[in-house]
Structures are given as C-alpha cells and as structure tokens.
C-alpha cells in the first residue's frame, strides 16, 4: 500500500488486516520500489499523486520491472475524472476513488488477490 497521507495509508491498512490480510507500506513510490521484488505481493494498492515518483509512473515501473509477472493493482486515489481513464491506461486494473468503504475496499482487494492466485 502506498499513499500521499500517512493517515489515509494507515487506516487502508489497518482494515485490511483486521480482514486477514499482510500489508507492508511505503513512504514514497520510489520506496515501494525498492520493496516489491522481495515483498511479492498478491495486490499492490496505490496512490496516484505521491512524492517522486506519482502512481501512474509507480505502475509503469512495476509492469516493466515485473518481466511478465502479473501483480493485480489498484489506483486508490482522490482524482477524479480524467485520472480514471490514465490510470487504467497506465496499467492499473481498477481505479477507485477515496473515500471508500471498508467493505467495498476489503471486497476490492479479495477479488484482485482471487485473481492473481487463479493465473
């Protein structure tokens, strides 16, 4: 999970693990970089508009680092409009806009986590 806000990043992960789920964080798009290759996560979820390195360059990376690996991903983010059609463009598969529900979240990121076990 990565986030522009600490508090919005840490209420992201606080739900998702009172669900079951194993979260690490980042700082920046840059940190969640360095932590993929060792992390291999099921979801990567990710803000569009962060500290050196935004979201849509963040998923650029990961898709050309990841050698034909396919990490579902999520731009969870607070843009709106024309940010949905980039994002998916970028290489993100679903864009969702804060807030969201904690339900709705949780679901999200099953259905994402669902899917990359089935490949």
Known sequence: MRDDQPEACEAVKQVLEYYGAVVRTA?????????LPDMK???LVADLAMPEIDGYH???QV???SAGLD?????LTALVGPAREAA???GY?????????AGELVSLVARLADSSRAI
Not at 27 to 35: I, R
Not at 93 to 101: D, R, T
């Open 88 to 90: 998916l463009g970028a």
């Open 71 to 75: 990490l579902p991903a999520v731009a």
């Open 58 to 60: 963040l998923i650029k």
């Open 93 to 101: 598969e679903m864009f969702e806009s804060k807030p969201i529900l």
């Open 41 to 43: 996560p099921d979801v």
């Open 63 to 65: 898709r050309r680092l």
């Open 27 to 35: 700082a920046s798009g840059s940190e969640a970089l360095d932590l």
